[in-house]
């Protein structure tokens, strides 16, 4: 019997792999090659298994204690233990902060060592690796409660049916949000960036209603949107039912044969459907927002002026040498630029950028994510003439950003991370990768951010 058991589950797993091979392969053939160079190791803790590569073995074994941590605090919020090892992969080929989840067909986390930038959406932290994986292990603790007829179904075939997977995107990242700020010290819970973007839909009259949450609306801010709404929706039902709710809503979704009968979840949690609980969910922001508004009116208000209204984000002002005011650009349908108040476009970025004028008045400096050995996606810095539009590629895979040029124009001093850490370099400009040194180095898995010249030359 168990031989039998055996094939049927080989023949599944054949069948599925012979489907994504015909629906991916284009896909696959033009995945990135991993660095061949690259030394790899593994490190066992109690509910994990992390594998990473050198140097990252000191934020390795300090992923390790924040994990464990995340899985003790958060399991006990959930009433759940997962039901296998997790599988991490710490790696730093990209300067992008991020990290994915997974629980099919087992527990895997993916998380890359770069901490947030200071403007980020999850920017408000103490210890960034800890907040990350809060949220990631906080995916695997809620989508891996499979129970009922599906955990059967497992059984039988292997695992490839987890219900929770399929529950609104709002909930998935709104649970893992909720918990990343309820067991750390930062997480968006607590940022007032992330407060401010909702505190505006709802004095705006704004707000975007369940059905809008549960897709990928196009207006700003975009993606953030399951995340904003999300975990301020469950910690509002947090507040009146108890984190209890919450966990109930995990455990019986992930007992569902046929999905998506969110409602009744809900209900049996609250006494409400989630549709009666967003009424009342934006009755308590409305109540709130506006009580804020009006004690900040009754102090007086001093407001600016706007200076643009067609962007998504804006970002890096900086006074060009004949006056003209240039920025960064994104609105999430044209390619982002560095442009001028003008309406002149400077360049076109591949990323977010940050620039400096030179004091010469015919170039700046500025950093942008560039491809490295066709492998990695670094940050590196680039030379734009300002009367051909020409821009010029200055260093190669030193993860350099953030750049401010010396009142003289010889120096540029930039942000380089790597492993987790950014420190400060300075290197003269006629010959930026000969010449660049360490001003500042930080502590381990500390940031710096921004660095600008004084005006005399003289300090940073």
């Given amino acids: ?30 995945a990135q ?9 593994t490190l066992h803790t109690e509910h994990f298994d ?26 006990a919020t959930l009433g759940y233990q997962a039901s296998e090892r997790t599988l991490v992969l710490l790696s730093d080929e990209t300067d992008d902060a991020n990290g994915s989840a997974t629980v099919l067909p087992r527990n895997e986390l993916h998380l890359f060592a770069s901490a947030p930038d200071d403007l980020s959406t999850i920017g408000d932290y103490d210890d960034w690796i800890a907040t990350l994986v809060t949220h990631e292990h906080t995916h695997i603790l809620h989508l891996d409660q499979i129970g009922g007829l599906p955990a059967l179904l497992n059984h039988l075939l292997g695992k490839t049916f987890a219900p929770n997977t399929v ?55 975009h993606g953030d949107i399951r995340y904003l709404y999300g975990s301020r929706f469950l910690n509002f039902i947090a507040e009146r039912y108890g984190e209890a709710a919450l966990s109930q809503m995990g455990r019986d979704y992930g007992r569902q044969t046929i999905p998506y009968g969110v409602n009744r979840i809900a209900k049996r949690a609250t006494g409400f459907t989630f549709v009666e609980l967003y009424d009342h969910f934006r009755d308590a922001m409305a109540a709130h927002y506006e009580a804020q508004r009006d004690a900040i009116v009754s102090t007086g208000i001093v407001e600016g002026r706007s200076l643009t209204k067609h962007a998504d984000l804006t970002r890096s002002p900086r006074y060009l040498r004949d006056g003209r005011l240039a920025y960064y650009a994104e609105d999430g349908l044209r390619s982002s630029r560095l442009r001028t108040l003008d309406g002149t476009a400077l360049t076109r970025t591949t ?17 942008q994510v560039a491809p490295y050995r066709d492998i990695y996606a670094y940050h590196d810095l680039f030379r734009l003439d300002l009367a051909s539009g020409e821009s010029e590629r200055l260093t190669y895979g030193l993860r350099a950003s953030q750049p401010d040029v010396s009142s003289s124009g010889r120096e540029v001093v930039f942000v380089t991370q790597g492993a987790g850490t950014s420190n400060l370099e300075v290197s003269e400009l006629h010959d930026v990768e000969a010449s660049h040194r360490v001003v500042y180095r930080s502590g381990a898995f500390e940031q710096v951010f921004t660095p600008r010249y004084s005006p005399d030359g003289k300090h940073i």
């Fill in 351 to 367: 990323s977010e950028a940050v620039f400096a004028p030179h004091p010469d008045g015919r170039t700046l400096i500025y950093s």
């Fill in 167 to 221: 529950q609104p995107r709002w909930f998935i990242e709104g649970i893992a949000t909720y918990e990343e700020s309820a067991h750390t010290s930062g997480g968006r819970g607590r940022s007032s960036l992330f407060d401010m973007v909702l505190r505006m839909d709802v004095l705006e009259g704004r707000v975007l209603g369940l059905a809008q949450i549960s897709n990928d609306p196009v207006r700003w801010p």
């Fill in 1 to 30: 019997m168990d031989r039998a058991w055996r094939a049927l589950r080989l023949g599944v797993w054949a069948t599925i792999a012979a489907l994504i091979a015909g629906l991916g392969g284009a896909t696959a053939a033009r």
């Fill in 33 to 41: 090659a991993p660095d061949p160079h690259l030394v790899w190791r």
């Fill in 50 to 75: 992390i594998t990473y590569h050198e140097p990252l073995g000191p934020l390795a074994q300090h992923l390790a204690d924040a994990a464990e941590r995340a899985n003790r605090v958060v399991g």
